[in-house]
């Protein structure tokens, strides 16, 4: 069985039963107890699950009500960012309509866009707006209040100016993924622009790197199947049950 195979039992196996042996592993697996040890440290590294004395214990959704801001958010993940926004920027092609949502990993994204592609952007994001007009593309930016944590633009007159276009596609930032809360996020106002964007995109994307899965937020603002996950690593397999997940390549 390959390690990924391996790793990701012993995953689905704790979600269900919450806490596990080395030994009952082992079994389960047909391995010995030293490969388990292994997967069990290197999968709590990965935060996928938490390693105790002779076992392992799941790890619950994690709650998130606090939210950095665009500084610091900047300094973190910064590989994991490059690495998504490289695999998000190859799926733009000629003729594209895109939204570009606020966000650090979305930032990351335009750095890694073709200038050669012949494409137009809407954006929420400040930075995002200036980003690509510096880079030569055609961009609006939407009109509305801007949030200085996030260097967003938000409000009602923001979602009201996103209801006159169809997008091709969407990339959208995201705090939290959960099975059950689906794509959260900690501000109300930032959520109404995800999910009005999402309603008007024919495709949607999500940004997200390996630490915001099983994270909760104030507000969701999508259902899981609403978006095709991108992210940094593959993810635990019940969230394929419920959505498309591409994994970044180096």
């Given at each position: ?19 596990a042996a080395v ?64 695999a998000a920027a ?83 930032g995201v705090n ?75």
């Amino acid at each position: 069985m390959l390690t990924q195979d391996r790793q990701d039992r012993i995953v689905e196996y704790l979600d269900e039963m919450n806490s596990a042996a080395v030994s009952d592993l082992a079994v389960m697996l047909d391995a010995s107890e030293s490969t388990v040890r292994r997967d069990l440290t290197a999968l709590d590294r990965m935060g996928r699950l938490r390693k105790v004395h002779g076992g392992a214990t799941a790890v619950r959704s994690r709650s998130a009500v606090f939210e950095h801001d665009v500084l610091t958010k900047s300094t973190m993940n910064i590989e994991e960012k490059q690495k998504i926004g490289r695999a998000a920027a190859a799926l733009i092609t000629n003729d594209d309509f895109v939204f570009i949502d606020a966000g650090t990993t979305t930032s990351a994204m335009i750095d890694h866009i073709t200038g050669g592609v012949r494409a137009t952007f809407v954006t929420n994001g400040i930075v995002h707006a200036k980003k690509l007009i510096q880079k030569g593309f055609r961009a609006y930016i939407v009109g509305g209040q801007i949030r200085l944590n996030t260097e967003a633009v938000v409000g009602t007159e923001a979602v009201g100016n996103l209801r006159k276009y169809n997008f091709t596609k969407t990339f959208i930032g995201v705090n939290g993924i959960s099975e059950e809360s689906g794509y959260t996020t900690p501000d109300a106002e930032e959520a109404a622009i995800k999910a009005e964007a999402m309603k008007r995109g024919r495709r949607n994307y999500v940004l997200a790197d390996h630490t915001k899965f099983d994270t909760v937020c104030s507000v969701t603002f999508a259902e899981l199947g609403d978006g095709i996950i991108i992210t940094d690593e593959a993810a635990k397999n019940k969230f394929r049950k419920h959505t498309i997940i591409k994994e970044a390549e180096a």
